[in-house]
Structures are given as C-alpha cells and as structure tokens.
C-alpha cells in the first residue's frame, strides 16, 4: 500500500503559476500510473493529468492542456503538477492518486487505488 500527500497549494492570482507536489511512501512509485484529479465546491471530481510508470506517457484534461505539466521522479518517490497561466476555474482541492491497472494509462477516478488528501488552490480574479 502506498500513502500520498499532497503539498504547494495556496492562494494566487488569475495568469499565475503554482506547483503542487505528491510525496508517497510505504511502495515505491514506479509501479503505479500517477494521476492528479480535482474536485471544485459543488461539483464532481474530475481527471487533471496522468503519467505512466516509465514516465513515457502523459494525457491531459483538455481544459488544461497546454497550461499544467505533470512530471515523476521515480527515485525519490514524487509527482509534480506544474501549473501555470491559472485561471480561475482551476480553484479546486486537487488530489494525487496512483492506480494499480495493468493498463497503459486510465483516466477514469474508479481505476485509482490510492488518494491522497488533497491541497487546496484558490484563484483569486
């Protein structure tokens, strides 16, 4: 079993940048496809980004695509979310989550095993 922390959310203007970060412990990393998911008040938690094992593989939301990086580091058991120009619909707690799935890449929350407990990240227009 693996535990995930989530940290680097904060407040921050609309056209900034943030960079969260995913510390898991208990398991190395490498065998699980990593993910950041987001939930905003009020509505379902959907997929952000994901990267496969080997880090070869990266699939974005749409939404974000082209404005958030995710990245791995495999070593020291980390995951990055890099997010810049933010808008303010990105306000949300964000959550990272590691999934077991033979599978290549999923996107779908119900394929995730593991949770972290998400941080929060508030645009502020």
């Known amino acids: 079993q693996v535990q995930l922390v989530e940290s680097g959310g904060g407040l921050v203007q609309a056209g900034g940048s943030l960079r969260l970060s995913c510390a898991a412990s208990?398991?190395?990393?490498?065998?699980?496809?990593m993910a950041w998911f987001r939930q905003a008040p009020g509505k379902e938690r959907e997929f952000v980004a994901a990267?496969?094992?080997?880090?070869?593989?990266?699939t974005y939301a749409d939404s974000v695509k082209g404005r958030f990086t995710i990245s791995r580091d495999n070593t020291k058991n980390m995951v990055n979310l890099q997010m810049n120009s933010l808008k303010p619909e990105d306000t949300a707690v964000y959550y990272c989550?590691?999934?077991?799935?033979?599978?290549?890449?999923?996107?779908?929350?119900?394929?995730?095993?593991?949770w972290g407990q998400g941080t929060q990240v508030t645009l502020s227009s």
């Open positions: 990267i496969s094992r080997s880090d070869s593989y990266t």
């Open positions: 208990g398991r190395t990393i490498s065998t699980y496809i």
């Open positions: 989550a590691a999934s077991r799935t033979p599978a290549t890449m999923v996107r779908t929350l119900r394929e995730y095993d593991y």
